[in-house]
T-cell receptor
Framework: KAGVTQTPRYLIKTRGQQVTLSCSPI?????VSWYQQTPGQGLQFLFE???????NKGNFPGRFSGRQFSNSRSEMNVSTLELGDSALYLC??????????????FGPGTRLTVL | GESVGLHLPTLSVQEGDNSIINCAYS??????FIWYKQESGKGPQFIID?????DKRQGQRVTVLLNKTVKHLSLQIAATQPGDSAVYFC???????????????FGKGTKLSVIP
């Protein structure tokens, strides 16, 4: 069974640009959660999508948005990039919603560098 | 692999010894506490969790202890092996009534290095 895949794995952008990251969950999983990981702040929860609806949201500005498609694949978008957005962006999938962390599987992440 | 943290506390233990990793949490209303393991270049992996109404929970080679009085959580790894080398971090989850909403907050992590 294929794991969670994220594309691209590495990305370099400049301030002011926008970026879209993609996450394909494990087959059959309907929930996708996004996280940001930085050396300074550690791991922070961005949002969770389930059945194409945003179910939960962390404390991030509106520049961070996401969506989920009918096949459960999810995209995350960051507009007007800032230097502080440089981070490892992780997505995780699970069967159910509500942060089922004990059955949640993470992808390898997308490393975003903002110059 | 990628580094997940440049300024993490580090714990070095000899192979075969027991490891104890500590975490202080902030919200006394949290419902669950969770430990994750993150190896270099990989995403986090769930290890074990504990409900807020419990003091101790054991898994395979791991034990989590919860001290609500001082808001402290610890992860004990028995007979530490080289494959246990990773960053370990805790998380606290507070569930809100209705609609499955919740708040999930993560600690910064501790890097465990196992000396063969």
């Amino acid at each position: 069974k294929a794991g969670v895949t994220q594309t691209p794995r590495y990305l370099i952008k400049t301030r002011g640009q926008q970026v879209t990251l993609s996450c394909s969950p494990i087959s059959g999983h309907r929930s996708v959660s996004w996280y940001q990981q930085t050396p300074g702040q550690g791991l922070q929860f961005l949002f969770e999508y389930f059945s194409e609806t945003q179910r939960n949201k962390g404390n991030f500005p509106g520049r961070f948005s996401g969506r989920q498609f009918s096949n459960s694949r999810s995209e995350m978008n960051v507009s007007t990039l800032e230097l502080g957005d440089s981070a490892l962006y992780l997505c995780a999938s699970s069967l159910g919603a509500g942060g089922s962390y004990n059955e949640q599987f993470f992808g390898p992440g997308t490393r975003l560098t903002v110059l | 692999g990628e580094s997940v943290g440049l300024h993490l506390p580090t714990l070095s233990v000899q192979e075969g010894d027991n490891s104890i990793i500590n975490c202080a949490y902030s919200n006394s209303a949290s419902d669950y506490f969770i430990w994750y393991k993150q190896e270099s270049g990989k995403g986090p992996q769930f290890i074990i969790d504990i409900r807020s109404n419990m003091d101790k929970r054991q898994g395979q080679r791991v034990t989590v202890l919860l001290n609500k009085t001082v808001k402290h959580l610890s992860l004990q790894i028995a007979a530490t092996q080289p494959g246990d080398s990773a960053v370990y971090f805790c998380a606290e989850k507070m569930e809100y009534s209705g609609a499955g909403s919740y708040q999930l907050t993560f600690g910064k992590g501790t890097k465990l290095s196992v000396i063969p």
